[in-house]
């Protein structure tokens, strides 16, 4: 075992006694660790960002810095041209927010900002403020066919009418429970009657609350019913459109979750504070119900849903852990005869709902149905008069439920017509479009193929889509439009990379931020039709100093892996090939996302430094592992009950790659990422430590069940249903099987992925006399780094790790010992 100086650890601690030699001005030629890590602002640039548009499509707004000031701007430049101008402070507040909701006539948006309610004419351009108070009002929206504005306050749905300037309170949802009348017993009911019977003037005081508590009986129904929720809270009240019905829903928050604490120790007030976190996967969750009132009976239901398709259907790897059945008592015992009599009533899966969500003309209403263990979801019509619900679409997936475009909000799904409903589905193993008829449940496929459907939204006349996908390549993302009907893919924009469209609001100029997979985004200009030609850039954001050295545009490659699957990567040879040389493998983090593709990574100062790696000497592989996105559900699933699996396999398979086609020595192969490139790296070195002989850890996860609940639920379920799952995906479990030299880097006030976790490695790998490891601590950082001293001392020490075990040594006799 390893431990850094004293002095290191003051360095990481203290970044501003460490003294860093500051790069030449100008050139990068040769690429160094202190060069590629310093603040991207200050020599790289700053990209554009947070694109909108103004509401007459005139101008357009976006973030960026070209001043190179520690914060981004707003910025403005007009769609036909010119030079962008910083938008003023005063200006930005006379700006409409880029959320809000428009009428079905596009003619009027209401908006919230700084807790009050906003309406804009898109006509005349004039604002109207709908609330001023010292309470915050949200989510507005229109109601009743657009003739009312409907907002939130304190869990309370209110109602404003334009034309009046009426403001009304449609629901009094109170906490706690409805008081009842005191219980009388008998002798209390006798003695009040007594009472009553002898005295008059206790007669004629019964007789006036008898008379007030009518008259108040009448004024309550002028006003909203009073609900009493409990300890619920509400969430999400709406006005049906023909104001009859408040839909809502019921949350009830967990009453014993222990929530985690970060320490800080590097403070203002010199002392360490504590740093409120976040749950372990398998703590108790909130639970939900849809909630509706209906105001022409003055009373609330709560609506049910145990008669969904397949809610008692449990999942498939519960069967791994049932004990073996016994032998059924012969037919004639009374044993058999009880056990015919029981009725044994299925366990049902607890549900989350989403919506309603209307159609445009008021008469149907369409649920979205997700079961609290994401392995269905449910599209099903609500008749919120009867309560009845009508299943439309269930897609299952004994995994879990995810893919693009695959949610649970207006962005995902909405509907085509009156009739049909629109949206996305794995069904075909690619995530692609759908409309389902809601009277006559015919469903319909409007794209198909190995590709997927990243972004979906329906022109405002309902009869073109338009689309984002990566139809042409995996590794590529271009804009399309396509008949609300189906039909052909049309492309539009025709650059190799990504682009990222947001059109304008009279649809016919886009907005695209742009890049290649050795050009940072910029922003471009191009018309939304056919045959557009060629975009026109608005922004150029990088430096001359970043463009003095000719970035590679790494390859991208595919290979079988063991299973057959095709594997995309980066490619990334040296610039000196030399036989038997070293290679580094990259593994990129999770929460689904992709890397090996063509345009340019949010891993920027990874890509750098592999361009460092491969000036001196190393070839790099940065492998689209299973469990990445933008390769269909088979890939995205691969990870199943097993982290450490197939996605580890795929950087096996990566490494004969390297060994047989790219001339790398078997025995001068490293590997490094960060969080789950961290947490595979770990996986690497305990599990296959003849393949790997160096390796760098990063932030990474070292037991899942430690792990946070909304991402290690999906894939490992719950660590008390699924033992067996947690125990072959967590390294601290292998940590036995270190043979390689192995760093670990990890910032303690990581809020994401705790310093807990790698604290435990270290005294499981001191307890098991592990000598070859070294924990590099930074006592400022969270998960994502942000100091530019913390990022170059953890480079250096990856470069130092692999020149010591992956080069040769002075004598030439292959990597050291």
Same mark, same amino acid.
């Given at each position: ?76 430049? /007009? ?10 402070? $005063? ?50 929206? &229109? ?19 334009? *034309? ?16 009842? /009348? ?61 104001? @009859? ?16 604490? %970060? ?80 009725? !044994? ?18 008469? @149907? ?14 599209? %099903? ?54 409309? !389902? ?41 271009? &804009?399309?439009?396509? @008949? ?27 907005? !695209? ?18 045959? $557009? ?36 990567? @980066? ?11 070293? $290679? ?11 890397? *090996? ?12 430094? #592999? ?41 096996? =398979? ?35 430590? =003849? ?11 070292? =037991? ?41 880097? #990890? ?5 994401? %992925? #705790? ?21 590099? %601590? ?6 994502? &780094?942000?100091?530019? /001293? ?28």
């Amino acid at each position: 075992m390893r431990f850094l100086s004293c002095l290191g650890l003051l360095l990481v601690a203290f970044p501003a006694l460490a003294q860093t030699p500051a790069a030449p001005a100008g050139s990068l030629t040769p690429l160094t660790v202190e060069k590629i890590m310093r603040d991207q602002a200050q020599w790289l640039g700053t990209s554009p960002s947070g694109i909108s548009w103004s509401q007459d499509s005139q101008q357009i707004y976006f973030n960026w810095n070209p001043e190179k000031n520690r914060r981004d701007s707003l910025y403005q430049i /007009s769609a036909a041209g010119g030079t962008p101008r910083k938008v003023s402070a $005063a200006a930005q507040r006379a700006l409409p927010t880029t959320e809000g909701r428009y009428d079905t006539k596009y003619t009027r948006k209401v908006y919230e900002r700084d807790g009050d309610i906003y309406l804009l004419d898109l006509k005349t351009q004039r604002t109207r403020r709908v609330t001023n108070t010292a309470e915050r009002e949200t989510d507005p929206g &229109f109601a009743q066919q657009g003739k009312l504005i409907a907002y939130t306050r304190a869990q309370n749905l209110y109602t404003w009418d334009p *034309a009046t300037g009426e403001t009304a309170q449609r629901t009094d949802f109170r906490r706690g429970f409805k008081p009842g /009348s005191p219980l009388l017993d008998q002798s209390d009911r006798f003695l009040r009657a007594e009472q009553r019977a002898l005295f008059e003037v206790l007669r004629q005081r019964d007789q006036d609350q008898k008379a007030r508590e009518k008259q108040q009986r009448a004024l309550a129904r002028l006003r909203p019913k009073a609900i009493y929720i409990g300890q619920q809270t509400v969430r999400d009240p709406q006005l049906s459109p023909d104001g @009859r019905f408040v839909t809502y829903t019921l949350v009830q928050e967990p009453t014993t979750t222990k929530s985690t604490v %970060v320490p800080s120790f590097v403070t203002a007030s010199g002392f360490t504070e504590d740093l409120a976190s976040r749950t372990k996967v398998g703590a108790p969750q909130s639970t939900y119900e849809l909630g509706i009132y209906d105001i022409a009976r003055d009373t609330t239901f709560t609506q049910s849903f145990r008669e969904l398709k397949g809610l008692d259907e449990q999942p498939a790897y519960r069967k791994e852990y049932q004990l073996p059945a016994k032998a059924p008592p012969p037919a004639d015992s009374s044993k058999a005869t009880a056990a015919r009599k029981q009725k !044994v009533t299925p366990e049902t899966r607890p549900v989350r709902p989403y919506g309603p969500f209307w159609s445009e003309d008021g008469q @149907r209403s369409l649920l979205v149905v997700r079961s609290a263990d994401n392995k269905d979801r449910w599209l %099903v019509t609500l008749d919120p008069a009867t309560q009845k619900i009508t299943l439309l679409d269930r897609q299952r997936d004994e995994a879990w439920i995810n893919g693009p475009g695959i949610g649970y909000d207006e962005g995902n799904v909405g509907w085509l017509d009156n009739r049909r409903i629109w949206f996305h589905s794995e069904e075909t193993g690619y995530s692609h479009l759908y409309t !389902v008829d809601a009277v006559s449940s015919q469903k319909k496929a409007l794209t198909s193929g190995k590709f997927e459907i990243q972004n979906a939204q329906l022109s405002r006349d309902k009869k073109t889509w338009y689309l984002t996908a990566n139809a042409n390549h995996p590794g590529e993302l271009h &804009f399309y439009h396509m @008949r609300a009907e189906g039909g052909p893919l049309q492309q539009i924009t025709s650059l190799v990379g990504a682009n990222e469209v947001t059109v304008s609001p009279d649809e016919k100029l886009l907005a !695209v931020r742009y890049s290649s997979s050795n050009s940072p985004w910029e922003l471009y200009v191009l018309p939304n039709k056919l045959k $557009a030609g060629a975009m026109r850039q608005l922004t150029h954001s990088t430096t001359p100093e970043f463009e003095s050295y000719p970035w590679r545009k790494p390859e991208i490659i595919s290979f079988k892996a063991q299973d057959g699957t095709d594997v995309y990567a @980066r490619l990334y040879r040296p610039t000196t090939p030399q036989a038997q040389g070293p $290679a580094v493998i990259f593994v990129h983090g999770a929460g689904y996302l992709q890397n *090996a593709h063509k345009w340019w990574s949010q891993y920027s100062r990874e890509y750098m430094f #592999h361009n460092l790696l491969a000036d001196n000497g190393y070839t790099v592989l940065d492998i689209d592992y299973r469990g990445s996105a933008g390769y269909g559900r088979n890939v995205r699933t691969g990870i199943y009950r097993h982290m450490g699996g197939l996605d580890l396999q795929d950087q096996l =398979d990566g490494a004969k790659l390297l060994i047989s086609k790219y001339g790398v020595s078997a025995r001068r192969i490293g590997i490094y990422g960060g969080s789950y490139g961290g947490f595979i790296t770990l996986m690497a070195m305990f599990t296959q430590p =003849d393949v790997f002989r160096a390796g760098a850890a990063l932030r990474s996860v070292t =037991d899942w069940a430690h792990y946070n609940h909304g991402y290690t639920d999906n894939i490992l379920n719950e660590p008390y249903n699924d033992s067996l799952a947690y125990a072959r995906s967590s390294p601290i479990n292998y940590a036995a099987g270190l043979k390689g030299a192995l760093l670990m880097c #990890h910032g303690m006030v990581d809020t994401n %992925v #705790h310093f807990q976790d790698i604290v435990r490695l270290s005294q499981r790998l001191i307890e098991l006399k592990k000598e070859n490891w070294e924990l590099a %601590v930074y006592p400022v950082e969270d998960h994502g &780094f942000v100091e530019p /001293s913390s990022w170059t001392d953890e480079y250096r020490r990856i470069l130092k790790l692999f020149e010591a075990n992956l080069k040769p040594d002075q004598t030439g006799n292959g990597a050291k010992n």
